[in-house]
């Protein structure tokens, strides 16, 4: 798929759909730069001791989750309701994205023993939708894919749930993600996390072409497994390259897409440029839907797991094809 054929689905949609005009995504301009969280953002405090079962069984199995190592705000939801999105292959990432609070560093020899923890943990959850991601691992042989597969294939030995994989993107390299479609998982997920123009700014190490490559090939070698992407917005991008970027993945047959505002985890992480109003995701979902995914969430709290369950469960058993 070239990105011209993708700009030109983008350039019929926007005013059939009605999203020719963008009500306030722009560049990025330094002095406008949000402050303040907006009311749609603030959430009440939660109740005390909710999310204790799900926080202690994590600490017992000295597993990584990546509701904490992002600093998610949905924490409190996820983990009162005993869901949570376990990160493995260590806590220390090898790429320097610009949004992520995940530490990076020279990450620790990998776990043996993590693909059994693992199951453990998803078994006394009770999950019926596992989600399991990693950070990136370049300094590995495999890059951690063979990793990935034993964590499908232990959770798939003790519980029966669907699962859900969301990956980085092994370089691109066929045979490592190979290696991870092997396990069967039921969605694979690997995010493009911004729009091509961003992707230098807010992933760094990883490139736009190479994320679109992983997902294509996962729907070319085993059509059965739904795949799956997802965008951060208010990071400067316009409404075009968000729909530009939609085609992007419509045209590789992608699945299901997730569409949420980045929030910046911490102060050295890439500031908010915009906050999108909940009307704007709406719209947004409504542009997506009316691509034909087969599912959407796009809302202000969206993240690639939230609610992965649902959005699984809720799809037609059969995946799109390639365009
Ligand atoms: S949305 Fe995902 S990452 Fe965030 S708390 Fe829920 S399960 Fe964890």
């Not at 005013?15 to 990025?28: F, K, N, R, S």
């Not at 991870?180 to 998982?185: K, M, Q, Y």
């Not at 075009?240 to 997730?258: H, N, P, Q, S, Y």
């Not at 369950?309 to 809720?314: F, H, N, S, Y």
């Amino acid at each position: 798929m070239s990105p011209a054929s993708a700009k030109e689905t983008a350039r019929v949609l926007l005013p059939v759909l009605g999203a020719g005009a963008d009500p306030g995504a722009t560049e990025a301009e330094p002095d406008a730069r949000p402050r303040r969280l907006p009311p749609w953002l603030k959430r009440p405090i939660p109740a005390a001791g909710g999310i204790g079962f799900t926080r202690d069984l994590v600490a017992e199995l000295g597993l990584e989750t990546v509701c904490e190592s992002a600093k998610c705000p949905n924490r409190s939801e996820c983990w009162t309701s005993r869901t949570a999105t376990f990160m493995v292959l260590g806590d220390v990432c090898t790429r320097p994205c610009g949004f992520c609070a995940v530490p990076r560093g020279k990450p620790e020899a990998v776990a043996d023993d993590e693909p059994d923890r693992l199951a453990e943990a998803c078994a006394r959850l009770g999950l019926k939708h596992v989600v399991i991601t990693s950070v990136t691992r370049d300094d590995l042989l495999d890059q951690g894919a063979g990793h990935f597969r034993d964590c499908v294939l232990a959770v798939r030995s003790r519980l029966d749930a669907t699962i859900e994989v969301l990956t980085p993107d092994f370089s691109g390299r066929p045979d490592l993600i190979d290696l991870v479609i092997d396990a069967r998982p039921d969605v694979f997920n690997h995010n493009l996390e911004t729009v091509a123009r961003l992707q230098r700014a807010v992933r760094r190490k990883s490139q736009y072409a190479t994320s679109l490559a992983v997902l294509e090939h996962v729907k070319r070698s085993s059509p059965a497994i739904k795949t799956k992407s997802g965008l951060m917005l208010g990071l400067g991008e316009t409404t075009e390259e968000v729909v530009e970027t939609l085609a992007d993945l419509r045209m590789i047959g992608c699945d299901f897409v997730t569409l949420g505002q980045y929030l910046q985890p911490t102060a050295r992480l890439l500031p908010v440029v915009r906050y999108l109003h909940p009307d704007e995701f709406d719209e947004l979902g409504r542009i997506a839907r009316a691509m034909g995914f087969l599912e959407v969430a796009s809302g202000p709290f969206v993240r690639s797991s939230y609610h992965a369950g649902e959005m699984a469960q809720a799809a037609p058993s059969t995946p799109l094809p390639l365009v």
